[in-house]
């Protein structure tokens, strides 16, 4: 091969590589962005950081069922997660519907245990389980997703797994 078929073949793929990296991504589902954000506030509080799980509740934050606002949740999340009490945190997504491109109603289970356990099979086994279905309705606020609403239902022995 000559050095000037050489220069184009690497011109080429230079080409190439630019227009892969530098293409346009397809831009994340209302949904998605609401399911990342929930991974998030799920490893935050795996974390026990309180902070990070308060980022997705939004300062006008009210709860149908416990009547709390943003500073009560806050506190109840604080004593869960310094306390001790629970070691492992699950999170399971089990329905996401964007009512609008600003809003999303999502319905969690949330699973909190004092465990050695690794996996969500292996909860049940090895623990010793409070389990809590959250209805929430996120929106968008400064480019943010956060829940604005939800309820909370805790889950019995039955309707666990």
Known sequence: MTPRRILWVLLALAVG???VLLWPEEP???EEQVRRRIVQMSGAARERDVG???EGISESFRSDTGGWDQRSLRAMVAGHLLRGQYLRIFTDVRDLDA???SRVEA???LYFARS???ALEQLAAQSVVSAWKIR???EQED???RVIRASHQRLESLELF
Do not use: I, K, R
């Open 28 to 30: 994340l589902s209302a």
């Open 143 to 145: 480019g943010d997703w």
């Open 107 to 109: 319905e969690v289970n």
């Open 116 to 118: 050695d356990a690794e």
């Open 99 to 101: 009512v609008d491109p």
């Open 17 to 19: 590589v630019s227009v």
């Open 52 to 54: 990070g799980v308060m």
């Open 136 to 138: 929430a309705t996120f």
